[in-house]
C-alpha cells in the first residue's frame, strides 16, 4: 500500500500592522527562514523611514508570518517577507499578498515589485503562482554572497504587461 502525502490545512489568519512587541516572533521567523537574515537593528532601521510598513500574520496569539514593504509613488517594494516554517503551504504567505495586492489601485499604485535569490527557487515558485513575474536579472544583488537576484512584478492590470518590455542580458543583445 503506497501512502500518498497529505496537503496541510489551510489556516486562516489575522493581518495586522506590525508592532514593537512582535519583534522576537519577527527575527524568529527570520532567522528560521533565511541563510543571511537580517539582525534587529536592520528591521528598526528600516521601519524607522517614513515609507516602510511592516505587517504581521497571527494565528491566535502567535505570529506566524512577515513582510516589511515600502511605499513609492507608483508601486509597493517588499524588502523582506517569510513565513514560519511549521506554516509553510497552509495559505498564509498567500494571504498576505493578497492583503497587499488589495492595497493596489489603479490610480496610484499599480505594482508590486521584489527581489528574489536566484537560488530561492521555491520562493520563486510561489511568487509564480501568485501572479508576479521575472523581468529583470539584477547581478550580485546580495553582498553576502555575490549572488543574482531576479526582479519580480505583480502587475495590478494585466494589460500592462504588453508594455513592459523584457529587460534582461539576451533581450539587451538582441536589442543592439
Known sequence: MSTVPTAKAQVRVHIRWMIRRDMPEVLAIEHASFEFPWCEEEFLRVLRQRNCIGMVAEYGERVVGFMIYELHKNKLHVLDFATHPEFRRQGVGRQMVAKLVGK?????????????????????????????????????????????????????????????????????????
Open 104 to 176: 493596489l489601485s489603479s490610480h496610484r499604485r499599480t505594482r508590486i515589485a521584489l527581489c528574489v535569490r536566484e537560488t530561492n527557487l521555491f520562493g520563486q515558485l510561489f511568487l509564480r503562482i501568485q501572479g508576479f513575474r521575472a523581468i529583470e536579472v539584477i547581478r550580485e544583488q546580495y553582498p553576502d554572497t555575490g549572488e543574482d537576484a531576479y526582479l519580480m512584478h505583480y502587475l495590478l492590470d494585466e494589460s500592462m504587461l504588453e508594455d513592459a518590455a523584457p529587460s534582461n542580458r539576451i533581450a539587451k543583445q538582441f536589442e543592439n
